[in-house]
Every structure is written in structure tokens, then in C-alpha cells.
């Protein structure tokens, strides 16, 4: 259970910072994502977006990219659809809010992964 809550908070940043990351987002996701916070697929997805970014690409046009790769990469296309289907935030106080508590759900499952040692 608690895997799949980080997996849609990772999607839910990815989501926000894509559609709302020109606007309502611009100074939480300037410099990009934290690529630390994300794994799985999505990690390449945010490499991907944070290379853009620092060459200056608006997220906008990053997200038509995704989408053309998305027309030929057949996981990648199921990621994006995930992705857009888990929405958007529309403000940097809740973006910071899912933040925390990715930040908590990765801190959570590595204690769990010493305990288990």
C-alpha cells in the first residue's frame, strides 16, 4: 500500500511541474525536480525533464517532447498516461505539501528496508 502512495506522489509532482510549471509552479520548479525523490520510470522521465530545463526549454514545450517519445516508447507512453491521470496542483503550497510527504514515505520505506536487515 504505502509503495503505491509514493508512486502517485511522484506522479502528482511530475504532473504539477508539467502542466502548471510555467505558472503557478515557476519558482518551485525553476531548476527542475529533485531527481532523488523519484524512481522507477519515473526517474528517467524527470532526468529527462530537469536536461531541458537547464537549457532553458519551458515545461510546456517539455511536455510536448514526452509526448512525441511517448508516440514510439510503449512504457514510457503508459508512465505519461499514469502520470496525466493522477492530476495537477495548482499552487506552490500544495506542491510543497506532496513534497513533504514523498520526502516522508522515502524516509519511511528506508527504515523499514533496515529493519528488515
Known sequence: MKFNKKISLERCLISSALINGDDHLSYEVANGLDESLFSGRRIGIVRLINAKRAANMPYAAIMQVLKAQAQEDRMLYEEMCDIFITGALWDDEAFRHVK??????????????????
Open 100 to 117: 513533504r510527504e514523498l520526502v516522508s514515505e522515502i524516509k519511511m520505506q528506508n527504515a523499514c528496508k533496515r529493519l528488515a536487515v
